[in-house]
């Protein structure tokens, strides 16, 4: 079994809830977590995850430099790893922002 990119699991959940899908949120993210390759602690922070990592691959347009991205030091984020900030939505807003940035050709 291949394991689906985030963006393509974070679009189905979408699309689930969107057309009414009543099963309880923890079915529904099985896909989510083989797509992260790893638990997250909470379902929130499973989804915020999901949705980074959906962005990064979009912005980058590999998943291979998202993930890198993601994993190194970053300067415009004092020294931070991205990855590391996704633990609650201040510091999810903050990469979100740095994203959205790199995709409008900011760099800081």
Known sequence: MSVRPPAEVFEE??????EGDNRPL???LDDARQALRGPADTTI???RTLEIRAL????FADPAKAEGWLNRPNRS???QRPVDL???ELGAAVVREELEQID???FA
């Not at 959940?13 to 969107?18: A, E, F, S, T």
């Not at 990064?56 to 912005?59: G, H």
């Open 13 to 18: 959940l979408k699309r689930l809830r969107r």
């Open 26 to 28: 923890d079915q529904l």
């Open 45 to 47: 922070s499973l989804i």
């Open 56 to 59: 990064a691959d979009r912005v």
């Open 77 to 79: 984020l004092n020294g």
């Open 86 to 88: 996704l633990r609650d």
């Open 104 to 106: 409008h050709g900011i």
